[in-house]
């Protein structure tokens, strides 16, 4: 599990298809298996190496519902070791398994921080509520406002400048893809309510 708090980022040294080697640069401390956070999506490493450099395997269906497969060499990505038991939980709890991709829509720069405007499917959009969490690339946000359309979901969030400083957030632009998990409970109840009916 995750909280959200991005950690560092990391530059994409090779994306082969299920191969990702990504270098962490020095004091990312992890060991073979250790969970990592990769832009919101959960990876196990494989080979780690004092140099910071960590491979991971990838899996068809993460390459189906990210866009992993279309990252450049050179790119940044948001990094975060997996939390402990007794690590505060700045953020929200993420489990690091991306529900499918979002498309900015808006990008309104302001010195104390940018309103961001992220476009939802409505799969995914019937799972977000004003006022609460969501993950995007790997970076816990509170979902300022959100409008509901025929065929999407329209929500929008603000960019903290800690946040725009530490994380790729800061190189978001109109038509940027990215990764979205919304929150697990709100899954997990709908699941309970349909179980529930199917009973009654």
Excluded at 32 to 52: F, I, M, R
Excluded at 190 to 197: I, K, N, P, S
Aim: contains cysteine; charged residues 20%; proline residues 2%.
């Amino acid at each position: 599990m995750f909280t959200g708090i991005v950690e560092r980022t990391g530059k994409i040294l090779e994306q082969n298809g299920g191969r990702l080697v990504v270098d962490a640069g020095a004091g990312f401390d992890v060991a073979v298996g250790d969970s990592v956070s990769v832009s919101g999506v959960c990876l196990t490493v494989k080979e780690p190496a004092p140099s910071g450099r960590l491979v991971f395997d990838v899996s068809t269906e993460t390459l189906a519902r990210t866009r992993f497969g279309q990252l450049a060499i050179g790119e940044l990505v948001n990094l975060e070791r997996a939390c402990r038991a007794s690590d505060r939980l700045g953020g929200h709890i993420v489990s690091g398994h991306v529900d499918g991709l979002g498309q900015v829509t808006v990008v309104q720069k302001d010195s104390g921080g940018w309103l961001v405007q992220v476009d939802l499917s409505r799969d995914l959009g019937r799972y977000v509520v004003a006022k609460g969490s969501i993950t995007l690339d790997g970076v816990s946000l509170t979902v300022n406002e959100m409008k509901d359309h025929a065929s999407e979901t329209l929500i929008s969030c603000m960019l903290i400048p800690a946040t725009i400083d530490v994380t790729t957030l800061c190189n978001l632009k109109v038509s940027s893809k990215i990764h979205v998990e919304v929150d697990q409970l709100a899954k997990v109840v709908e699941r309970l309510l349909a179980h529930r009916g199917e009973k009654g």
